[in-house]
Structures are given as structure tokens and as C-alpha cells.
């Protein structure tokens, strides 16, 4: 069974002139378990916004989302939280990591709205990422790249099926960049979570066996709209 | 619960200087409710009869309130004399239990000097069971002896001690060029009783007829005792007679007798009833008070609204990232109001602390001016009320800038779009 489905995936945004904006028309793409998949596009693509998408953070215009068997699409706001809790890690470019909490404490709220608080497996989790000295320490304490680690490890707390990394390198040079990317597809193999990873960089892509594009997944109207 | 607990102990130490000045500003409100309706109401019990003792007091012709203030709670003056032969009538009544005379005209360094006989200690009880008792190495007064037994607090202000010798100055308030030459022993110093009674340096009510200058006029004409010579009772007169009756309606009979139908006395009775009738005419100031009270509870709860509400777009990227986290907007939203209502809970924690500081500050006035001890133990539903109140109003405060977090936009505030 597939971690993610879609079918004819589509969202559009306002623009401040009125106009309807396609951004996403993908009419399929499957994610099996275990799988990792890069998604190729470039700067102002979608990528993010397909993310947001898969994760129920945006709500689509048509088409079906289904996560780990569950349909995203088409369900109130609080049911896509559920799922996303309950199924999906987030890995920001940014890292995102909340600044008045400690590594251990981030680390924590991965899965605080899911399965429920496990501070012995949020060690563990640290630990796997080289930070088991670093667990009190705040994020602006720790360095770029071991930053990146608390973010990997916050995404993988949930124990989710399906991870969604956004240009998880794109803060890093190159040295931290394959750290974090070899990092990334370590651990969510060991944890037996797919992940859907976009990037431009093509060193990054290079990593993987399956690399999709999301201009070609798109319909020939999204892709008009965004040029 | 856990989650929740994280979110708000975190986001009170990020802010930790404007959750300080909102707690106490918080622990400000709480405190001072807590200390208004406390005063208030001890203030209440202590004056309208709970612990007084007596039941009625029998004055001169005047105001029942004056009387009460006078005699009871020693305050205010006299609103004039009445003939011994009215003590000795009432005190032979039968319907009487306890009839304590009182004649008041001097003082020690402002605390007045009162004549009285020695009832006052071996027979009163100024609470159930309850007696004015010497400390330790006193005793009671002589009738027959210039000696003196002195409230606590006066010996606690003046350093009056057993043995010690003092001059009464003539009239009620203090003044230097106004003493007399008689010297009192002072023979006992009573335990504290917690009632205005501790403000009291008592005499025996001879001493009162003696002092020099001291003109009698019972029997309508002026006499000057003499030394060695009997005071004949015509013309003893006293400033009023404290009352005990062994029944109810001895008081209504007594009161039909000498306020209705006489004319030359008052009975204050119940006095109760009369004291009650002075905080009737001073309500407004207890409800000023208590206005004042409310309308910091609304600027400590406008406070809490505005320091969180400040907040709030330094906040939108961490309510995003919890969203994004699989938080929901309910969560995000009882986040908040769990953060004003914990803000609120500590101010009213601290509110105990300013509670305290109001009821000393304000026992120890109360007390140096009336006698009367506030009890800062003392329970009081309010001690519930207020605190339980504030966190309630806080939560309340906490709505607005929990609406606004939980319209927070996810995707908008999470990153940029690629």
C-alpha cells in the first residue's frame, strides 16, 4: 500500500488583482513505504506549496490526498492535524526549531500532538544524531548544522510513515549539506518512514535513485501560470 | 496537559520581565480585594457587637452613637454626665446582670484614664469566658489606693511598667501644661484582650471624683471633694454605666422606659444596632474602597490581555511550527489562555504577600486608633474568592490574544514560499 497517493491534485491561488492562480495540477504520484523519493523543481515551482499540501496545512481545491491509507483531502482542518501528528515529520529548511526550548524539548513537541510525549525515546533519537551532549542546550546554542540534527530528529519523534523535507540543505554548506542529507535518508531508513524530499540542488538530487519533477508532474496550465 | 504545560512555562520565562511586572501588577488586584473585604468585614465584627460584651450603655440625654464610641470602643467624647443615683437605680435593677460604671475626663499621653470599679475585672466578661486578667507580677488596682491597671498597649506605647509612677493630664487629648498633681502607681498591666479596652489605663472611680480641678455636679450643684472627707452620693455623677441584662426583653422594657418616656438619659441598646447605624452612614467609603479594588482588577486583567497580546507577532513563526507540528488551532488557542490564566494564578499567589503587607499596614493604623486587632489568619471566603475570581478574569483577558493565535496562518508564517 502506498505511504502517499495523489489524484488530480489542484490548487490555485488568489492573485491581488482577482485573478485564480493554478499553482499545483498533479494528476498522480504515488510514495511506497520505505521509499525515498527527491522532487526536482526550481526556485518559485510549487514545492513548497505541494508540501503543504501533502501535510494538510493548505487546504486543496480537488482532487485526493491520501496519507498512510488516510484521506487528507476534503476533511476538516482538526482531522488533517490529526493525521499529520500522527503520520507525517516536517523537516524545514529553516529548521523551524522553537527557540525557548531546549534540543531535548524540541525534540519532544515532534510528538506531543501525536502519539504523546516520549522523553526517553527523544534522547534515543538525539543520541542517533550525534547530539547526546547537546540535549539542554537552546537552538542558538548549537551550530547550524547541529541545528539541522534536532530538526531531523524533531521529524522523525513522531515515529511517522512519511517524511516531508523542504530544502533541508539549502542553509548549509556543503561539508554540513551531505551530513544532513546522509543523516536524513539514514535515519528515516532505520525508521522505516518514506521520504519525500524536494530540492534544487543538484548535488542533493544526485543522491537519490528516484528523482521526480514537479514541472513535469504538473499540468501544462500550472506550468503556463508559473512563468 | 503535558504539551500545554511546556508551551506556557516556556513562554513565561521567553517573557520573563513583562510575566513579572504583569504578576505583580496581578498579585496588586488580588491582594488588595483580599484586604478590602477582610478589614471590612473584621472591622464590622469588631464594632458592632460580636465581642463588645455589654449589651447597653446609659449616657446623658444625646446621640446613642456618641455614647457607644465613648464608652465601648473609647472613642469620641462624652456627650455629657449622669447622677450617680442613676448608676445606683439601674445597677439595683433586677432586670440587670451587670451594670460597670464609667467616668472618663484625663489622660496619659493621649490615652484616656478611665474611672471605674473593680466589677469591671472580677465580674466582665469582655468574650464568653473571657476576663480582664493582669500579666504576670500585676495585679488589680486598690479602690481605696491611687493606683492603676493599663492595657497592653498602653504599656507596649508608653513603657509604663508594674511599679512605675505617672501624673494623668487633665482633659482627652495630650497636652503638657495640663497635668495633674496626683501621682498613680500602676499595679498590673492587663494581658492583651485584642479590643480597644488594650488603649485603656483604668482607675478606680474615686480617683476620677479626687482628681484635682475636678468639679462634681450630681446633684446639679458644684462640689470639690476634699482630702479625708467623703464624697457624699448626691454629688457623684459618671460619664455613663456599661450594661449587662439577664434578658432580652429587659433591654426592650429599659429602652421604653428611658429613651421613650424619660428625658434626661439615653440607652444605647442594642449596641449592636448602633454601631451598625454608623457604617450605614460611612457604606460609601466602603464602597469607594471596593470599587477601587474592582477597577485594579480590570487594569491588572487589561494588563495581562495587553502583555500577551504584544506578544503576538514575535509569535505567529512558533504557533505556525507547532501547528505544522500536528498542534490544532484549539491547542494553540487553550496555549494562550492557559498562559494569562497561569499569569493570573501566580499574581494571586503574590496576592497573599500584599494581602499580608495591607492588613499590617492597616491593623497596626486600626489598632493604634481604636484598639481594635485585625486578624490576618482569619479565614474569610473572600481568601478563596479572590484568588479562584482572578484567575478566572485572567483566562478571560487571555481570549483576545488566544483568537489571535489561533487565526494564525500556517503556511504564511511557517517560510517563505518557494
Known amino acids: 500500500m502506498p505511504v502517499l497517493e495523489i489524484l488530480d491534485l489542484q490548487k490555485s491561488f488568489r492573485s491581488p488583482d482577482g485573478e485564480q492562480i493554478p499553482v499545483i495540477h498533479v494528476a498522480s504520484f504515488k510514495l511506497n513505504e520505505k521509499e525515498q523519493v527527491a522532487m526536482e523543481g526550481s526556485s518559485g515551482s510549487g514545492k513548497t506549496t505541494f508540501l503543504n499540501l501533502i501535510a494538510g496545512i493548505l487546504q486543496a481545491d480537488s482532487g485526493q490526498i491520501s496519507v498512510a491509507g488516510k484521506r487528507m483531502t476534503g476533511q476538516p482542518e482538526a482531522v488533517r492535524d490529526s493525521i499529520r501528528a500522527a503520520h507525517i515529520g516536517y523537516v524545514f529548511q529553516t529548521f523551524n526549531l522553537l527557540q525557548g526550548y531546549t534540543a531535548l524539548e524540541n525534540v519532544a513537541l515532534g510528538m506531543m500532538f501525536g502519539r504523546g510525549v516520549d522523553y526517553d525515546y527523544a534522547r534515543e533519537l538525539l543520541q542517533r544524531v550525534g547530539l547526546k551532549d547537546r540535549m539542554d542546550y537552546l537552538p542558538r546554542q548549537l551550530s547550524v548544522g547541529q541545528q539541522q540534527r534536532v530538526a531531523v530528529a524533531r521529524a522523525l519523534a513522531g515515529k511517522p510513515t512519511l517524511v516531508l523535507a523542504d530544502e533541508p540543505t539549502g542553509n548549509l554548506d556543503f561539508r554540513n549539506a551531505k551530513e544532513a542529507l546522509d543523516l536524513i535518508r539514514g535515519v528515516c531508513k532505520e525508521s522505516n518512514a518514506a521520504l519525500l524530499l524536494v530540492s534544487h540542488d543538484r548535488e542533493v538530487l544526485a543522491q537519490f535513485e528516484k528523482v521526480e519533477n514537479l514541472s513535469t508532474l504538473n499540468s501544462a496550465a500550472a506550468q503556463e501560470a508559473r512563468r | ?418
Open chain 2, 1 to 418: 496537559m503535558r504539551g500545554l504545560f511546556l508551551i506556557v512555562s516556556r513562554s513565561l520565562k521567553q517573557h520573563a520581565l513583562s510575566t513579572f511586572v504583569t504578576v505583580l501588577s496581578v498579585a496588586l488586584a488580588s491582594g488588595l480585594v483580599m484586604a478590602v473585604f477582610a478589614v471590612k468585614t473584621q472591622t464590622h465584627d469588631a464594632f458592632t457587637g460580636s465581642s463588645v460584651g455589654f449589651d447597653a450603655v446609659l449616657g446623658a440625654r444625646g446621640s446613642q452613637l456618641q455614647l457607644v464610641l465613648n464608652t465601648i470602643f473609647h472613642l469620641e467624647t462624652s456627650p455629657g454626665n449622669i447622677p450617680w443615683s442613676m448608676y445606683q437605680a439601674v445597677k439595683a435593677d433586677p432586670r440587670v446582670e451587670l451594670a460597670v460604671p464609667y467616668a472618663v475626663g484625663d489622660n496619659y499621653h493621649g490615652f484616656r484614664i478611665v474611672g471605674t470599679t473593680d466589677e469591671l475585672f472580677t465580674k466582665f466578661e469582655y468574650q464568653t469566658g473571657k476576663k480582664f486578667q493582669p500579666r504576670t507580677g500585676g495585679r488589680l488596682f486598690k479602690t481605696e489606693l491611687r493606683e492603676a491597671v493599663i492595657g497592653s498597649f498602653v504599656a507596649q506605647k508608653t513603657g509604663l511598667q508594674e511599679g512605675d509612677i505617672f501624673n494623668p493630664y487633665h482633659g482627652l487629648n495630650f497636652d503638657e501644661k495640663m497635668k495633674h498633681a496626683e501621682e498613680y502607681v500602676v499595679a498590673g498591666v492587663l494581658e492583651p484582650t485584642n479590643s480597644p479596652s488594650d488603649r485603656v489605663i483604668w482607675i478606680p472611680i474615686e480617683g476620677i471624683f479626687r482628681m484635682g480641678g475636678h468639679v462634681l455636679r450630681g446633684s446639679g450643684k458644684e462640689y470639690t471633694a476634699q482630702a479625708g472627707i467623703e464624697i457624699p452620693d448626691d454629688f457623684k455623677e459618671v460619664s455613663a454605666v456599661m450594661l449587662k441584662f439577664k434578658s432580652q426583653t429587659a433591654g426592650m422594657q429599659l429602652n421604653q422606659d428611658i429613651n421613650k418616656q424619660g428625658t434626661v438619659a439615653t440607652l444605647a441598646w442594642p449596641i449592636e444596632m448602633t454601631m451598625l447605624s454608623l457604617f450605614d452612614k460611612i457604606g460609601w467609603v466602603e464602597q469607594i474602597l471596593a470599587l477601587v479594588a474592582y477597577l485594579v482588577v480590570l487594569v491588572s486583567a487589561g494588563s495581562i490581555l495587553a502583555s500577551i497580546y504584544n506578544t503576538m507577532n514575535e509569535r505567529r513563526r512558533e504557533f505556525a511550527i507547532l501547528r505544522a507540528l500536528g498542534a490544532r488551532r484549539t491547542t494553540v488557542f487553550s496555549a494562550i489562555v492557559a498562559e494569562a490564566a497561569a499569569i493570573a494564578m501566580l499574581g494571586s499567589i503574590g496576592g497573599f504577600v500584599v494581602y499580608a503587607i495591607v492588613m499590617g499596614t492597616a491593623g497596626a493604623v486600626i489598632r493604634a486608633q481604636t484598639g481594635v486587632v485585625l486578624e490576618l489568619m482569619q479565614f474569610h471566603p473572600v481568601l478563596i474568592a479572590a484568588p479562584l475570581g482572578m484567575i478566572a478574569v485572567g483566562a478571560l483577558a487571555g481570549i483576545v490574544p488566544a483568537l489571535k493565535a489561533y487565526s494564525t496562518d500556517v503556511a504564511t508564517n511557517l517560510a517563505p514560499a518557494s
